[in-house]
C-alpha cells in the first residue's frame, strides 16, 4: 500500500502534498499495546519423562528445520545444546551408582535339591507374618540411581543480559513480559550471543544469519493459547502461566519434595536475586546446578562496563601523565 | 490375552491408564512405559504425586526407571521365578486377601486325582505327549465334579486337593534365594517389592500392574501373564479402583485388531474360527487348538470336526457363565455377514465359514511361504522384513511369493526387499511382483481406534488424503466389490461364500468437503459391528423386516437373538452405536471422574471390568476408601461409579440351584461372569496349551540351566527346531554367553516405517545403538561411541556402543551374566537407516499364541563393524 501510494506521490506532485498528512500519520509510532500480567514456564525436572515432546512440538509449530542428525553418545541427547533453530532441548545426565554384581554366589541347585517341608493346614489367621513396615516410608521418592531429565529453554530474564548488548533495538520485552527478537529489525551482528549466560541465543548461520530464540510463542500467546512446548508436555512437567503465580507453585513444590525425602531440590532462578530481576522461565533442579551446564552466578557483561571503562580511563590518564612528564623531562 | 482371559476371564486390560492415579502401588513388569507409552504413563507421574509407590523390574534401567521409587534390574527370561517368588510370600505368610480368594478365585476347588504337578514331574504337568511335544490329555487338570457335572469344593481350603494347596506345592522351591540366585536380584531388594505390594493391598488399599511385550514376547508369555495376574487375585486387586492389570498395547488399535478381529484363529468378539483337525494326533506346530481366548474345551469335551453350528456352539460355548450365550452371538454375526442368504434351513451359513486346519499365524505363515505354499500376500501397515522375528528369513520368504501388495505410508522396507536389502540381491532371481500402494494416515480418514483400556474412540477425517492415497476401509470395500463382480454367476459351491456375502457401506450422499467420491461410510461399518434388528414388532405388535440400512439399531448385546431377527458384526461392540445419530464412540465429555461419556469402553461401557469384586460378598464395598460398585438394597439393584459388570439384579445373597444353566448358574458372589464357576481362576482347569500352573522355564536360549525341573524350556513352545534359519544357541554356548533384550524409544515407533521419514524425530535418534555396560565394554574391548558387532546363530548386525551404567551385569548362581539392550528401530529404507535388530532374534514361538521371543535370547559381541 505504501509502495503503491509512492508511485501516486511520483505521478502527481500535487495529490502527494494532499496525501502528505496522511502519509505522515505511517510514520507515527503505534501505541504499545497494554501491558500484561508477566508471563512464562517453570520447568519442573522431578516430573519430566525425557519424551522430547516439547522439542518437536516446538519445531512444529516454529515451522523450525531440523538438525543434521548427528549421534552423540551423550546418554539420550542428541540435540546437543539450544541454537538458532533449536528452542527447547532436553538433557539427560545419567548418576548410576556401581554396586558389586547382585547374589550369593552359591549355587540355588544345592538348596533347592529336597523340597522344603511345608504344613498343609497351616491356620490362616496369622497374619503376623507380614513385617511391619509403616505404608508410604519404605521406599524413597526417587531411586537411589538416578537418570535426570531437564527441558532447557530460553531463560526470559527479567533484565535480559541479550536485550541490554543489542545495538539496533531489536530485542525487547513484550506486553506479557517476555524477551523477544524482531526479526525484521535484528541485522545479525550477533552481540546478543555473547552477552547470554546461558548460551541460549544464537545466529542463524546456515539460514538468514540474524539471531534467534524461543518466543514464548508469542503468537500463540495473542490468540490465548499456551505455548506448544507446555501443551503438548504429557507429565506437566512444563508449566505455563503467570509467573507469579508459577513462582507460588514452584515454592508449594520445593516444599512438598522437601517432605518427600528429596532434600537435593532447589528452584534455579525463581528468586530476584539472578541476574538482578530473576527469570521469568526457571526450573525446579535435582542436583546442582553446574550438573545441567546451568551457571551458579550468571554474570551480566554491562556489569563489566562501569570497572573495565574506568581501567581504561586510568591507564589513559596515567599514560597521558606519563606522556607529558616524559615530553617534558626530555626538554 | 489368553493369559487374561484364562485367568479372569476377557482378553484385555481390566481397566483403564485414567485409574492408575487411584492406586497405591503400581508395578510396572515388561514394560518399558515411560518411553513406549508415555502419554498413559503421565497417569503413573500422577499417581506418584498422589503418594503411590512405583515399581519398575526390568533388565535395563529405562526412562521408566528414572521416574519409580524403586527399579530393581533383573535378567530377562526369569520373571516367573520373581513372580513365582511373590506368590509362595502371599501364601505362606498368609498375607492374600483371605475374603477375596476364598469368595472370588477358585482357591477353594478341588482338582483330579490324577493330576501331577511339576513338582512330580520334573517340569511337566500330567498330559504331556513326548512325541508331539503337546499337552494331548488335558483332563487330569480338571476340577473334581459332582453329578450336576458342578465342581466339588473345601471352602476351608484345607484340602490338600484343593488349588490353594496344590498352589503351595508348586511354588514351594521358589524362594528368595532362588530369586537371588535366578533372577540376580537381591533378596533384599525382591522382599521390598513385595512388601510394598503387600501394604497397598486389602479393604482401604489397591495396586496395579502393567505389563506390555516384555512379557508377552517370550515362550512362555501367556504364563507369565498368568502369574501376574495370580499375585494381583491373591492380594485382591482385580475388579476395585486403583488395581487390575494394565496390558499395555503396543500400537494404536491393536485391541481393536483382537476384538473385531484380524486374527486367523478368531471370529469377532473372541469367539474362536472353526477348525477343522486333520489329524488325530498334530504336530505342535500345526495345532488347531490355538486360540487366543483361551476358552477352548479340551480334549474330553473337544468335537474333532466342526462342521455343523451345533457342533461349533458345543466347543466355542458354555453351560454356564456369559458364554452360554454364544448360539445368539454366532447367530447374528453369521446374519450380519450374509444377510437375507442365511437361513435357519442353511444352518445360518454356517457352512460357508472357512475352518482352519492348522497354525496360520504370522511366523508359520512365513515359513509356509518360505516352503512355497504361500502364493500371494497382502501388507497392510506391516513390515515384516524389517519388523517381524527372524527378519532374514522374513525376507527370504518374500522372496518365494508370486505377487505381493504393500499398502504403506513410505516405501517401506518390506516393498523394496526385491532390490535392497543386508544382503546381496538380485533382482533378476526374484519373481515376487511387488505392488506398492499408497495408504492414507490416521488424520486423512474416519474411523476408530480401541484402545488398551478397550476404549472406541471415533476419529475424525481432518484433510483429504494426497493423490491417489486411500483408506484401508476404501480399499478393503473395493477389493471386496471386484471380486464379488467377478464371482457374481459362479455356480461353484466354493464361490458361494463370496456372493451371500453383504457389501454395501457406499455413502448416502457425498462427504462434504471431500474430492474424493468413493470412500465408503465408517459409520455403515460401526453400524454393523453394534448390531440392528432384522425383524421387529413394532407397538402395535406388527412384525415388520428391515433391510441394513433402514433397520432401527439394537441398543445392547442383551437384545440379539439366536433366531436370525438379529445381525451383529462384534458382539462386545454393541451398544457403542445405539441409534442413529448417536455414535457413543465420538463422544467427548469429561467428568473428571470414570469419564463414562467419553467414547466406549467394550462391553457395555464398562470401565473397570469385573467391578463386581469391588464390593465385598453381601455387596458392600470394601472400604468407603475405595467404594466402586455396590449393592443397593432399597432400588435392589447394583449401582456405583461405573456400568455393574453383573446382572444387575442379581442380589448378593442369589445361590443357583445346582441344575442350573447359563448365567443363572452364577452365583450372586461370582464377579468373573465369563467363566463358568464365576471366579477368577488361580489354576486354569481348561483352556492352556502349556498347563494349568506358571512353571519356570528357561527362554529357548539361555546362559543357565534350568534351576528348578530338568525341563529348560517351555515344553509346548513351537521351536520350529529343523529349519536351518532358526538355529539356537544351545544351553550356556560359551559362543553366545551374552543375554540381550529389545525394546522401544520414545522418539521412533515399531520398525520405524512411520518415523524414521520424518527429519526431526531422526535428528532426535539417527542411529541404531546397543547399550552395554562398562564391564562388558572392557572386557571386549569396545569404546563408548564406536562401532559393534551383535552376533546371533541367526545372523549378524552392527550398532553404535552406548556404554553405560544403565545396564549392569548380573550375578547368577555364582557367575557373572552380561546383558545386552537393543532398540529396534532401524531398517534400510528412511532418511536414518540402520542395521536390523530383528536380524538376530529367531522364531521360537509360544505355545497359546503363537508370539515370538525377542525379549531374551542371547548373542556375542566384538567391536568393530560387518566387513
Known sequence: MLEQRGRESVSSIAQGVKQLPQLLTLLHKETPPPEEPALGFFTDTSLCIGCKACEIACKQWNQLPAATPDWSGTSYDNTQHLGATTWRHVQFIEQIERRIPAGTGQSAQQTSSTLPKLSLFQPMDSAEAIP?????????????????????????????????????????????????????????????????????????????????????????????????????????????????????NAQERLGLLQEHGVSEASLYGADDKILEGGLHSFFLLLDEPEVYNLPANPARPSNHVLPTSLGTIITALLMGLMSIFFFSNKE | MPGLGTTVGRGGATTSPQDLVNSDCILIMGSNMAEAHPVGFANVVKAKERGAKVIHVDPHFSRTSALANLYVPTRAGSDIVFLGAIIRYLLENNAYFHEYVANYTNAPMLIREDFQDTEDLDGLFSG??????????????????????????????????????????????????????????????????????????????????????????????????????????????????????????????????????????????????????????????????????????????????????????????????????????????????YGDAATA?????????????????????????????????????????????????????LAQLDWMVVRDLYEVESATFWYKGPEEVDPRQIKTEVFLLPAAASTEKEGSFTNTQRLIQWRDKAVDPPGDARSDLWFIYDLGKRLKALYADSTEPKDQALRALTWDYDRAEPEPGSRLLDEPDAELVLKELNGFYVRKQDEEGNTNTYGFREAPHVPAFTALKNDGSTACGSWIYSGVYPEPGKNRAASRHSDGGTNLDWGFAWPANRRILYNRASADPEG????????????????????????????????????????????????????????????????????????????????????????????????????????????????????????????????????????????????????????????????????????????????????????????????????????????????????????????????????????????????????????
Not at chain 2, 450336576?148 to 476351608?156: C, E, G
Not at chain 2, 500392574?209 to 512362555?220: D, H, I, R
Not at chain 2, 555364582?814 to 530383528?838: D, Y
Open chain 1, 132 to 248: 511391619a513396615t509403616p505404608p508410604g516410608t519404605a521406599l524413597p521418592f526417587f531411586n537411589s540411581d538416578r537418570w535426570l531429565m531437564h527441558s532447557d529453554v530460553c531463560k526470559h530474564c527479567a533484565n535480559a543480559p541479550c536485550q541490554e548488548a543489542c545495538p539496533t533495538g531489536a530485542i525487547i520485552h513484550t506486553e506479557y513480559d517476555t524477551v523477544y527478537v524482531q526479526q525484521d529489525i535484528c541485522n545479525g551482528c550477533g552481540y546478543c550471543v555473547v552477552a547470554c549466560p546461558f548460551g541460549v541465543i544464537a545466529r542463524d548461520t546456515g539460514g538468514d544469519g540474524q539471531a534467534h530464540k524461543c518466543t514464548l510463542c508469542y503468537d500463540r500467546l495473542k490468540d490465548g493459547m499456551k505455548p506448544a512446548c507446555a501443551k503438548a508436555c504429557p507429565t506437566e512437567s512444563i508449566q505455563f502461566g503467570e509467573v507469579q503465580e508459577l513462582k507460588k
Open chain 2, 128 to 337: 504331556y505327549d513326548q512325541e508331539s511335544k503337546t499337552y494331548t490329555d488335558h483332563s487330569s487338570w480338571d476340577y473334581q465334579r459332582d453329578e450336576n457335572d458342578n465342581p466339588l469344593t473345601d471352602p476351608t481350603m484345607q484340602n490338600p486337593r484343593c488349588v490353594l494347596q496344590i498352589m503351595r506345592r508348586h511354588f514351594a522351591r521358589y524362594t528368595p534365594e532362588m530369586v537371588e540366585a535366578e533372577c540376580g536380584v537381591p533378596q533384599e531388594s525382591w522382599l521390598q517389592v513385595v512388601q510394598t505390594l503387600v501394604e497397598n493391598s486389602g479393604r482401604e488399599r489397591t495396586g496395579a500392574l502393567c505389563y506390555a511385550v516384555g512379557w508377552t514376547q517370550q515362550s512362555k508369555g501367556v504364563q507369565i501373564i498368568r502369574a501376574g495376574a495370580i499375585i494381583q487375585l491373591l492380594l485382591g486387586n482385580i475388579g476395585r479402583p486403583g488395581g487390575g492389570i494394565l496390558a499395555l498395547r503396543g500400537h494404536a488399535s491393536i485391541q481393536g485388531s483382537t476384538d473385531v478381529p484380524t486374527l486367523y484363529d478368531l471370529l469377532a468378539g473372541y469367539m474362536p474360527q472353526p477348525a477343522e483337525m486333520l489329524d488325530a494326533k498334530p504336530e505342535a506346530q500345526h495345532s488347531p487348538t490355538a486360540t487366543t481366548w483361551g476358552e477352548r474345551k479340551d480334549q474330553h469335551v473337544h468335537k474333532r470336526t466342526q462342521q455343523t453350528l451345533q457342533e461349533y456352539i458345543d466347543v466355542a460355548g458354555m453351560k454356564l457363565g456369559w458364554w452360554s450365550n454364544v448360539p445368539s452371538y454366532i447367530v447374528s454375526l453369521l446374519k450380519a455377514w
Open chain 2, 345 to 397: 434351513e442353511n444352518d445360518w451359513g454356517y457352512h460357508w465359514l472357512p475352518k482352519i486346519i492348522g497354525d496360520h499365524s504370522h511366523i508359520n505363515t512365513s515359513y509356509d511361504m518360505l516352503d512355497g505354499k504361500v502364493k500371494g500376500y497382502f501388507l497392510l501397515g506391516q513390515n515384516p522384513a524389517a519388523g517381524s522375528t527372524n527378519a532374514r528369513m522374513q525376507r527370504k520368504a
Open chain 2, 620 to 867: 458392600k464395598p470394601w472400604s468407603e476408601r475405595k467404594k466402586y460398585i455396590w449393592w443397593d438394597e432399597e432400588q435392589k439393584k447394583w449401582t456405583g461409579k461405573d456400568i455393574p459388570d453383573f446382572p444387575v439384579d442379581k442380589a448378593p445373597d442369589y445361590r443357583p440351584d445346582p441344575k442350573a444353566t447359563g448365567m443363572d448358574g452364577i452365583s450372586g458372589t461370582n464377579p468373573f461372569i465369563m467363566k463358568p464357576d464365576g471366579r477368577g481362576w488361580l489354576y486354569a482347569p481348561v483352556g492352556l496349551k502349556d498347563g494349568p500352573l506358571p512353571t519356570h522355564y528357561e527362554a529357548a536360549e539361555s546362559p543357565v540351566h534350568n534351576a528348578l525341573y530338568k525341563q529348560q524350556s517351555n515344553p509346548a513352545a513351537k521351536f520350529h527346531k529343523n529349519r536351518k534359519d532358526n538355529r539356537l544357541a544351545s544351553i550356556g554356548d560359551p559362543d553366545y554367553p551374552v543375554v540381550i533384550t529389545t525394546y522401544r524409544l520414545t522418539e521412533h515407533h515399531v520398525s520405524g516405517p512411520m518415523t524414521r521419514w520424518m527429519p526431526w524425530l531422526n535428528a532426535l535418534q539417527p542411529s541404531l545403538f546397543a547399550e552395554i555396560s562398562p564391564e562388558l565394554a572392557a572386557e571386549r574391548q569396545i569404546v563408548h561411541g564406536s562401532w559393534m558387532v551383535l552376533k546371533t546363530p541367526r545372523g549378524e548386525i552392527e550398532a553404535r556402543a552406548m556404554v553405560t551404567r544403565r545396564l549392569q551385569p548380573l550375578r547368577i548362581r555364582g557367575r557373572v551374566v552380561h546383558q545386552i539392550g537393543l532398540p529396534f528401530h532401524w531398517g534400510f529404507q528412511g532418511k536414518s537407516t540402520g542395521s536390523i535388530a530383528n536380524d538376530l532374534t529367531h522364531s521360537v514361538l509360544e505355545p497359546n499364541v503363537s508370539i515370538e521371543e525377542a525379549k531374551a535370547f542371547t548373542c556375542n559381541v566384538r567391536p568393530g563393524r560387518l566387513s
